[in-house]
């Protein structure tokens, strides 16, 4: 890399599972683009999620910091402006920030330290997705997920999502195009967040058929509802099971819906890049998720679990050529999209000192150039289908799920990579599970946890109701461009206008 500060792009999608990304994209997807992306791409094949749900994964994804720092412990709660995020690092060391697309910021702040957005969000920016403890068992029609996605997976060439993400793309391409113009000096991060590959599992022809033939569409082994461990059932009862008869073909029918969206969504990334080389520029790439999705592995779908599918997010960084570069490389150290935000920071320049007090993560900037990292994954979840906050470690080979509503799990990894044997009441494995335990308690106080998430969802209960009696006005960002200031205006000179506003010039 230059000595200046290096442009920052980051290409955020929803919902994809790391599984599918043991070292790249699997070689059956369909994924030119980020199988190109990989080749050149730091691949950090054991990543987590630091929450499995969109807006806690996201605020800490983009923070540094877990759940119960940030107080974002659903898809309701609000993420408050005095967290620093990785846009406020860099807009403060001089960098034009910009988002195109999905973050799912709840509250009146919809920036977060980015300079602009581009595009509204796909999902409201209100308390009215607020669990509530108080009642346990208690379904939410309206909003809570249920299988519909899965008997409802097939083919459309428009949707609410596909509008969306054509937008994002759109959005992200033409700001490309604008940065390239050199009419801004500064160093830029951009960040294009799709909502694909989450469900509803409906995707465009031409991508439902790259999958005719596909082999993993063949159902994953389930697990009976009687079989499962408290939680599952809990999301299964969330997700409102018994209203459905998921059959096998639903099943391989989801599963390809689900392939051929991230097919879609490749194809815009490819778009993307494809600007991003057009205009000659260079920047660090960062290609990541917000959480992973179950497919139907052990009978469950969708995330809010710490199970592999669901915790587990495909993360890339590709640096441009030069001394400061990262060597290409698959790295198996468990990390955690909490370590992106002081990634970003170390890459750009930045003081860790500045950055490290507001953070659970670290840098991968050492472990990708040799070093060797000893910390544990932490993740936090709060949000539908949990009764108490529930949190996960993972150590090595060893993962450990504790709630205090449940009783524990401990898994080996190495040896049982699909997690299908808990340890925790295996007196073989119980000085692994004493110190994990020792870890989690060590780390949380999870009665202060469990009373601070009550506390908030009873507040914006009785926010959320009184703000929707009389005027509501609503917190959804609403992108303005001026039109006075596109295109050709009278105040400007045509000429000059024309020149500055062509690259490159002089060809």
């Known amino acids: 890399m230059t000595e200046t500060r290096p442009n920052i792009l980051i290409l955020m999608v929803d919902q994809l599972t790391g599984t599918l990304f043991p070292d790249g994209p699997e070689p059956w997807l369909h994924a030119p683009n980020l199988r190109r992306l ?26 540094g910091q877990l759940p119960h720092r940030t107080r974002v412990y659903d898809n309701a709660a609000e993420f408050a402006s005095d967290i620093p995020t990785f846009a406020h690092h860099l807009r403060r060391a001089g960098y034009r920030t910009a988002l195109s697309g999905k973050m799912h910021f709840v509250g009146p702040d919809q920036l977060h330290g980015f300079e602009e957005r581009l595009t509204t969000d796909i999902y409201p920016a209100d308390f009215g997705w ?77 991508y439902w058929d790259l999958y005719k033939d596909c082999a993993e569409l063949e159902p994953p082994a389930a697990i009976a509802y009687a079989d499962m461990d408290p939680h599952s059932r809990r999301l299964m009862d969330a997700c409102n099971w018994r209203d459905f008869d998921v059959t096998p073909d639903h099943v391989r029918r989801a599963r390809r819906g689900y392939f051929a969206n991230i097919s879609y969504v490749d194809d815009r990334i490819g778009e993307i890049l494809g ?59 468990p990390v955690s999209t909490l370590d992106v935000t002081p990634t970003l920071c170390d890459l750009a320049g930045i003081s860790m000192a500045d950055v490290a007090p507001w953070t659970d993560g670290e840098s991968l900037v050492p472990l990708a150039r040799g070093a060797k990292r000893e910390a544990p994954v932490l993740m936090e979840y709060a949000a539908e289908g949990s009764v108490a906050p529930m949190v996960a470690i993972r150590d090595g080979r060893w993962k450990l799920i504790h709630c205090p509503a449940d009783p524990d799990m401990l898994f080996d990894l190495d040896a049982d990579p699909d997690e299908r044997v808990d340890l925790a009441g295996d007196a073989a494995h119980a000085e692994a599970l004493a110190r994990l335990r020792a870890m989690a ?34 917190w959804d960002f609403q992108p303005l461009r001026a039109a006075s200031e596109r295109y050709m205006r009278n105040h400007m000179n045509l000429d000059t206008l024309e020149e500055a506003k062509r690259f490159p010039r002089g060809e």
């Not at 990543?47 to 807006?55: E, N």
């Not at 949707?159 to 490309?176: G, R, S």
């Not at 260079?282 to 592999?308: P, Q, T, Y």
């Not at 949380?444 to 209960?461: C, G, K, L, N, T």
């Open 275 to 333: 600007v991003l080389e057009a205009t000659r520029q260079d920047a660090v790439i960062v290609f990541v998720s917000d959480h992973g999705e179950m497919l139907g592995r052990r009978g469950l779908w969708f995330k809010m679990n710490f199970f592999e599918g669901s915790a587990r997010v495909p993360l890339m960084i590709a640096t441009p050529d030069g001394p400061g570069a990262l060597p290409p490389g698959r790295i198996a150290t």
């Open 38 to 63: 990989a080749e050149r791409s730091v691949r950090f094949s054991t990543a987590y999620t630091a929450s499995p749900l969109c807006a806690p994964g996201r605020a800490s994804f983009m923070s």
């Open 441 to 474: 308690e060590a780390r949380w106080d999870i009665p202060r946890f469990d009373a601070e998430v009550r506390q908030s969802q009873a507040r914006r209960w009785v926010v959320y109701e009184a703000l929707r009696n009389g005027h509501y006005f609503p």
């Open 130 to 206: 607020t669990p509530d403890y108080r009642k346990l068992g208690e379904r939410i029609d309206w909003w809570y997920h249920n299988l519909g996605s899965v008997t409802g997976a097939g083919v459309a060439e428009i949707t609410n999502q596909l509008e969306y993400d054509d937008e994002v793309c759109f959005q992200a391409v033409q700001k490309i195009y604008d940065l390239s113009r050199g009419a801004d000096p500064r160093p830029w991060a951009l960040c294009a967040s799709f909502t694909h590959p989450h469900d509803p599992f409906v995707a465009r022809r031409r």
